[in-house]
Each structure stands twice: as structure tokens, then as C-alpha cells.
Nanobody
Framework: QVQLVESGGGLVQPGGSLRLSCAVF????????MAWYRQLPGEQRKLLAN???????NLAESVRDRFTISTDKARKTVYLQMNSLESEDTGVYFC???????WGQGTQVTVSS
């Protein structure tokens, strides 16, 4: 059974950086997809970034110049490096993997002075 454990969220000042991590426990398909979603207050969860087993990445336009998605060499941890954080980035961040599909528990990111 696949489990995801997220870490790295917290409080950061505007302009600061955070790196979120999502450790994958269990076996997933060799043809996998890993992604980060964000849920802003009062809104639905939205895709921020995804990465495939080939290393191809896609990022939402709103974060393309500030965020980076990557994995470790073993493809057991997916990261979201977030730079130049803004108050509008405040929300709950979820990692996602497929296949099988699994969601992380979510980690709160608060950008505030």
C-alpha cells in the first residue's frame, strides 16, 4: 500500500523560500506521475506542478517563474522548491502520485509578515 508523507510547510515572510517534500512509501508504477496541488482558502484544489518518470515537468503559469518541482534519484521523494513567496501563496499544499493514485495529507504554507 502506498503512503505519502509530506513535510516542509510552515510560516515564511513574503519574499522568502520554502521547500516541500513528499516521501513515497510503497511501490508505484515505473511510469508514474507526481504532482503538487494547492488549495487556497475558500477554493478548490488546483494543480501547481507535475513531473513524470522521464523528468518532464509542467508548472502552472502563476508559479512558473518561482517554483520548481523535482525528485530524488530514487524517485521516492518529490520536492517543491518555492521561492519569492507571496501572501497569495498561502494555502494547503498536497502531493499526489500515480499510479496507484494517492494523496498526501496536506501541509500548510503561510506567507505573512
Amino acid at each position: 500500500q502506498v503512503q505519502l508523507v509530506e513535510s516542509g510547510g510552515g510560516l515564511v515572510q513574503p519574499g522568502g523560500s520554502l521547500r516541500l517534500s513528499c516521501a513515497v512509501f510503497g511501490r508505484i508504477s515505473s511510469r508514474f506521475a507526481m504532482a503538487w496541488y494547492r488549495q487556497l482558502p475558500g477554493e478548490q484544489r488546483k494543480l501547481l506542478a507535475n513531473i513524470s518518470e522521464t523528468g518532464n515537468t509542467n508548472l502552472a503559469e502563476s508559479v512558473r517563474d518561482r517554483f520548481t518541482i523535482s525528485t530524488d534519484k530514487a524517485r521516492k521523494t518529490v520536492y517543491l522548491q518555492m521561492n519569492s513567496l507571496e501572501s497569495e501563496d498561502t494555502g494547503v499544499y498536497f502531493c499526489y502520485v500515480c499510479c496507484p493514485e494517492k494523496w498526501g495529507q496536506g501541509t500548510q504554507v503561510t506567507v505573512s509578515s
